[in-house]
């Protein structure tokens, strides 16, 4: 993974969420819905294990003080790395899980696809370029749609659950 990919990735999402504070159209009333705190336990934590996957196959240098065997079996790319990818692919979805359900669908196919680029022998680019647009896509989601506990609803206005 070359430093311009990453850097063009990481500026992608900061402006996504530089978006989220200075548009007053933000999140998207219509459509925001708000998550609990386990909602965005297990986003988090899936995340976490998300990145995790990630450092283990491209940042080798920021994962060395995990135990070997952990990044090992992930770099593998057999059972137990499907494994480490599927629980935190899982968890980002059940943390997403009062989101429209379109939105949701398109999270996990975005995270599907990612799953099928790693694991059934597409080049490199091609896989690059699916994480690239699922995390912008994740972050899009994020910005967009999803209030946080504390806020029940945008700008004061108070919407049904789903």
Known sequence: MSTSYLVGLLTAVAVVFGAR???AALPVRRFAMPVTVTDASLFGVGVAGLA??????FFSGWVEPLPEAVISDIRALGTASIIWY???A???ILGLRRQHPVTLAMIALAL??????MYDGSSL???LTVIFVSVVLLAGVVAMLVLPPWQRSPAGT???SR
């Open 21 to 23: 504070l200075v548009l």
């Open 52 to 57: 995790l996957h990630c450092g283990a196959m």
């Open 86 to 88: 599927v629980v935190p």
């Open 90 to 92: 899982v968890l980002v």
């Open 112 to 117: 599907v696809a990612v799953g099928i680029t």
């Open 125 to 127: 680019q091609v896989h």
């Open 158 to 160: 108070n919407y049904p």
